[in-house]
């Protein structure tokens, strides 16, 4: 193949993931909200207003911390999916507290509309949430961050925890 020549190689590809992170928060919701309304509800506590209130609050809060942790990468002309082919790692923003601040913010949307909907489903939905990401996101991203970014990576991993 030359410079001249039409077809070009296609770049390879990012981390071999089998699993769509927001899904994880879509099923989480919807899932959690179905069995709460239609088969049974399984209260937390006696929920009042303030629950609610502190419930959404996080849940905004943690929504706006994905999408800024977005705007960093789309800031740098990089795709946030994670079988995409990433050019280079950010360490700072939302990325030097957490290595995954996106998967973090699904675990405690569906954690804190679990406080607000007063609803053990959305916990358990954060909990299992964590498993799957992790197994089949998180540790594949990470083997193809060392390979791709190997001593630099491997300094930042040891510096950041995985979750929080």
């Keep these: 193949m030359n410079d001249n020549d039409p077809i070009k190689k296609i770049r390879e590809?990012?981390?071999e993931t089998t699993f769509?992170?927001?899904y994880a928060l879509l099923i989480g919701l919807l899932g959690?909200?179905?069995i709460d309304s239609f088969l049974i509800h399984l209260p937390i506590f006696e929920g009042n207003w303030f629950f609610l209130a502190i419930g959404l609050s996080?849940?905004?809060t943690f929504f706006g911390i994905a999408i800024y942790t977005l705007k960093i990468f789309g800031d740098n002309?990089?795709?946030a999916h994670p079988k995409s082919v990433q050019s280079q790692l950010?360490?700072?923003g939302t990325f030097q507290y957490s290595r995954n601040p996106i998967y973090l913010a699904i675990v405690i949307i569906l954690l804190s509309c679990g406080i607000a909907f007063n609803s053990w489903w959305?916990?358990?939905s954060s909990l299992i949430s964590i498993p799957i990401l992790t197994i089949t996101v998180i540790i594949p991203e990470e083997k193809y961050l060392e390979k791709e970014f190997g001593k630099v990576y491997l300094d930042y991993k040891k510096s950041v925890r995985r979750w929080l």
Excluded: R, T
């Design 13 to 15: 590809q990012g981390a």
């Design 20 to 22: 769509f992170p927001p």
């Design 32 to 34: 959690s909200s179905i």
């Design 58 to 60: 996080l849940a905004v």
């Design 77 to 79: 002309d990089e795709n």
């Design 90 to 92: 950010f360490v700072g």
């Design 122 to 124: 959305y916990i358990l």
